[in-house]
T-cell receptor, first 115, second 110 residues
Framework: KAGVTQTPRYLIKTRGQQVTLSCSPI?????VSWYQQTPGQGLQFLFE???????NKGNFPGRFSGRQFSNSRSEMNVSTLELGDSALYLC??????????????FGPGTRLTVL | LAKTTQPISMDSYEGQEVNITCSHN???????ITWYQQFPSQGPRFIIQ???TKVTNEVASLFIPADRKSSTLSLPRVSLSDTAVYYC???????????FGAGTILRVKS
C-alpha cells in the first residue's frame, strides 16, 4: 500500500498570506490527524478528522482550520500567516478511532517557511 | 492523557543494547504506552506499543512493570542508523490524538 502523502513538500509564503496543505491517507484509513512541529514547541496536535467530522482540536488559534472529504483526503488551511507559523506540518492516518488499537502512520510532512 | 518524562539525550556505540526509560506516573487504567521514532525532516514512525509486562517485535522490546508508572524501550544491538529522536507517549482508549513530549535524542557512534 502507498503511504501517507502530503503536498506540497515545501512551501514559502509571506506574512499575511494564506496557505492550504493537503494530505492523502493510506487507502482504507478513515482518520486523519494534523500536527505542527517546530524546534521550540516540538510536535503539537492540531486537529483530527474521522469520516469528515472533526473529533478533536488542539490549542491553536482559529487561523488554523481543516476539513476532510468523503474520500478521507484532508486539507488544512492557515490564514493570515505569521512568522511563527513556519514549521513542519505533519499528517497522520489510521484505520479507526483509537490510537490504543490502531497504529498511526505519518506522512513526510510539508515544510512551510513564512517570510 | 498522562504526561511523560524521558531523558533528553543518550549516547551509545554500535552493537550495544540501548534502554530508554520513560516515566508516566499518572497513567490511567485504559491507557497504553506507545513509542515512536523520528529521523530529521521525516514524520514519526511507530515502533512498539504495550499495556503491561513485556512486548517484543522485530525492532524493539518494551518492558512495563506491574504498576505501569514507567516503561523501558530496549533496542538490541543498535547501529548508526538508529540515531534518531525517540518519543514515549501514553495513548488513551478513545481518539487518535497523540501528545508528544520532548523525546530522547539517541546518538549512536561508531
Amino acid at each position: 500500500k502507498a503511504g501517507v502523502t502530503q503536498t506540497p513538500r515545501y512551501l514559502i509564503k509571506t506574512r499575511g498570506q494564506q496557505v492550504t496543505l493537503s494530505c492523502s491517507p493510506i487507502s482504507g484509513h478513515r482518520s486523519v490527524s494534523w500536527y505542527q512541529q517546530t524546534p521550540g514547541q516540538g510536535l503539537q496536535f492540531l486537529f483530527e478528522y474521522f469520516s469528515e467530522t472533526q473529533r478533536n482540536k488542539g490549542n491553536f488559534p482559529g487561523r488554523f482550520s481543516g476539513r476532510q472529504f468523503s474520500n478521507s483526503r484532508s486539507e488544512m488551511n492557515v490564514s493570515t500567516l505569521e512568522l511563527g507559523d513556519s514549521a513542519l506540518y505533519l499528517c497522520a492516518s489510521s484505520p479507526g478511532l483509537s490510537a490504543s488499537t490502531d497504529t498511526q502512520y505519518f506522512g513526510p510532512g510539508t515544510r512551510l517557511t513564512v517570510l | 492523557l498522562a504526561k511523560t518524562t524521558q531523558p533528553i539525550s543518550m549516547d551509545s556505540y554500535e552493537g550495544q543494547e540501548v534502554n530508554i526509560t520513560c516515566s508516566h506516573n499518572n497513567i490511567a487504567t485504559n491507557d497504553y504506552i506507545t513509542w515512536y521514532q523520528q529521523f530529521p525532516s521525516q514524520g514519526p514512525r511507530f515502533i512498539i506499543q504495550g499495556y503491561k509486562t513485556k512486548v517484543t517485535n522485530e525492532v524493539a522490546s518494551l518492558f512495563i512493570p506491574a504498576d505501569r508508572k514507567s516503561s523501558t524501550l530496549s533496542l538490541p544491538r543498535v547501529s548508526l542508523s538508529d540515531t534518531a529522536v525517540y518519543y514515549c507517549l501514553v495513548v488513551g482508549e478513545y481518539g487518535n490524538k497523540l501528545v508528544f513530549g520532548a523525546g530522547t535524542i539517541l546518538r549512536v557512534k561508531s
